[in-house]
């Protein structure tokens, strides 16, 4: 088996008094797709913001790709390696959907404009949103706007994709187009780790699922384990709630 892509070793952080990560065992496998499931607070997305460097942990190792990203002194360029989504889609307001999705690539892995262009379209293509590239991205959906943040980090080339609950500023309707496109990301092979509440999105597309609670990982497992015959009460606890809703 290849070198896991993310290993975390007792990982704490503490935001003031509120202590969010107590201890964080975990690890990716290279190709896997791992869902992150779990009430709101139970550090999903701290877990994730650390992983990328937005947050700093009080303790703990981060390795991804074999080295330790806590002593990194090249954010930027370790960030182009591992593409993140946000639920706010972070496009810049002043460029067009093409600029959104070559401006990184210039600035961080000085591409050529030309180069850029080219891999921006291939993208965009990829996502189904190849008309839209001459757009102003606030006059596009919020489906296509997140399809869109998709293609520009792929625009990166990054061997990990985290996603921060993708659809959770969406419509019902624009969900699906976007779960669709991450679907298809998942076929391809794409390391991701995905924050999210869609557990029909968690069962179809994720080879793991972990069920976070109160700042642990209470539990995981295949979808199959975790969906159908959980072990312990706190999750099937949680899962209840999709279950009746």
Excluded: W
Excluded at 82 to 109: D, P, R, S, T, Y
Excluded at 121 to 128: A, P
Excluded at 135 to 150: F, L, N, T
Excluded at 219 to 225: I, K, M, N, V
């Amino acid at each position: 088996m290849s070198e896991a892509v993310v290993e975390i070793h007792d990982l704490h952080k503490s935001f003031g008094s509120l202590e969010v990560l107590k201890g964080i065992d975990f690890s990716v496998a290279p190709g896997e797709v791992v869902c992150l499931i779990g009430s709101s607070g139970s550090g999903k997305s701290t877990l994730l913001r650390c992983i990328n460097l937005l947050e700093k942990p009080d303790k703990g190792v981060i390795r991804v790709f074999g080295e330790d990203i806590l002593s990194i002194r090249n954010v930027d360029r370790y960030r182009a390696n591992v593409g993140m989504c946000f639920q706010q889609f972070n496009l810049f307001k002043n460029m067009n959907v093409l600029k959104n999705c070559m401006i990184a690539q210039e600035k961080v892995l000085k591409r050529s404009s030309k180069e850029a262009e080219e891999k921006a379209m291939f993208f965009l293509k990829k996502v189904g949103m190849e008309a839209f590239a001459n757009a102003d991205p606030s006059r596009i959906s919020g489906g296509q706007k997140q399809r869109v943040a998709i293609a520009r980090a792929l625009c990166m080339d990054p061997d990990l994709m985290l996603f921060d609950e993708p659809t959770s500023a969406l419509d019902p309707e624009m969900v699906k187009e976007v779960l669709e496109v991450m679907k298809q990301l998942a076929v391809d092979g794409l390391t991701m780790i995905v924050v999210t509440h869609e557990m029909g999105f968690a069962r179809q597309a994720a080879d793991r699922v972990v069920f976070m609670d109160k700042g642990v990982i209470e539990e995981e497992g295949s979808p199959e384990e975790i969906f159908t015959n959980p072990k312990s009460a706190r999750t099937r606890e949680f899962l209840q709630h999709f279950i009746n809703d």
